[in-house]
């Protein structure tokens, strides 16, 4: 092969290089744009169908609620029949996993009930989504605050164009166990410290009664208040993003007192902590 053949080659190869690059990103932008769709059109269902109607349709089997405990969201719409009222809201944040299947979303809520009574704030969900291709709710919180307008802009993150969409079984096993011990030392004596090397550089904090925050250094009380354990947990098949979901250490069901955390797993750090939203248990909710 001549020189001239030589650089066409090259370029070829750097052609398709850049091409698959941009075919990924367009995929990942794709995903994370169907996520949000996702949000929306549960929003959209709450007000055809009621709040606990539609949330029956999109919830996941085992989704995870805190009533005030963490509890299974399907167990406990059974057990409490839907009221009047409406509550509405919609997404401004969403971010998805590298395999496209495992994301969550974040953004204000507004409700009223029959006689006037208003409430907002701020709720968070995680989602999956399953082998038939349709997303659903596998964990949803919030937080109450002053009033707020649903029509936010949104921001979207997608995962890097270079992050494998599947880990083989032992490395997904590696990166739970490793998930745990991050969650784990956060629900420890030393959560200061652990928290100091685990915040990403943007942790978005929701605390009752507050706008949600973006900070890299969050406090210890807000994000890990003692007292607490982990009762339940998942990641995506990429394992790039998780989330851990906790309760009362002496276990009352009645009685305050969880977390919800989201963390993103890096290179080089481990995993990351990007989202928190968590309630002392002596810090009564007002929701």
């Known amino acids: 092969m001549n020189c001239v053949l030589w650089q066409r080659a090259a370029l070829l190869c750097i052609g398709f290089s850049m091409a698959g690059a941009a075919g990924a990103a367009n995929t990942a932008q794709a995903r994370v744009d169907d996520l949000a769709a996702a949000e929306r059109a549960f929003a959209a269902e709450a007000q055809v169908v009621g709040v606990r109607g539609a949330f029956v349709k999109h919830l996941a089997a085992d989704a995870w609620l805190l009533r005030p405990q963490p509890v299974r969201a399907k167990a406990w719409f059974d057990a409490h029949p839907g009221g009047p009222g409406t509550l509405r809201w919609g997404p401004e944040y969403a971010e998805i996993a590298a395999s496209g299947d495992f994301g969550y979303t974040y953004g204000p809520w507004n409700s009223e009930t029959p006689e006037g009574e208003k409430a907002a704030g701020h709720f968070f969900s995680v989602w999956k989504r399953g082998a038939d291709g349709v997303w659903r709710n596998a964990l949803d919180h919030g937080v109450s605050h002053g009033p707020v307008v649903l029509d936010a802009s949104l921001t979207l993150r997608a995962p890097g164009a270079a992050l494998p969409e599947r880990l083989a079984i032992d490395a997904l096993d590696a990166a739970r166990t490793s998930l745990h011990a991050a969650d784990d030392a956060l629900n420890g004596d030393t959560a200061q410290a652990a928290l100091a090397q685990c915040s990403s550089a943007e942790v978005r904090l929701f605390e009752e009664g507050k706008m949600p925050q973006v900070t890299s250094a969050p406090p210890a009380a807000s994000v890990a208040p003692s007292g607490l354990r982990r009762v339940g947990s998942d990641l995506a098949a990429s394992g790039d993003l998780a989330y851990t ?43």
């Not at 977390?259 to 989202?275: S, T």
């Open 245 to 287: 979901v906790g309760g009362r250490a002496d276990a009352r069901a009645d009685a305050p007192g969880g977390y919800v955390r989201m963390w993103r797993r890096d290179a080089a750090r481990g995993w990351l902590l990007v989202a928190a939203l968590a309630t002392a248990p002596d810090e009564p909710r007002k929701r």
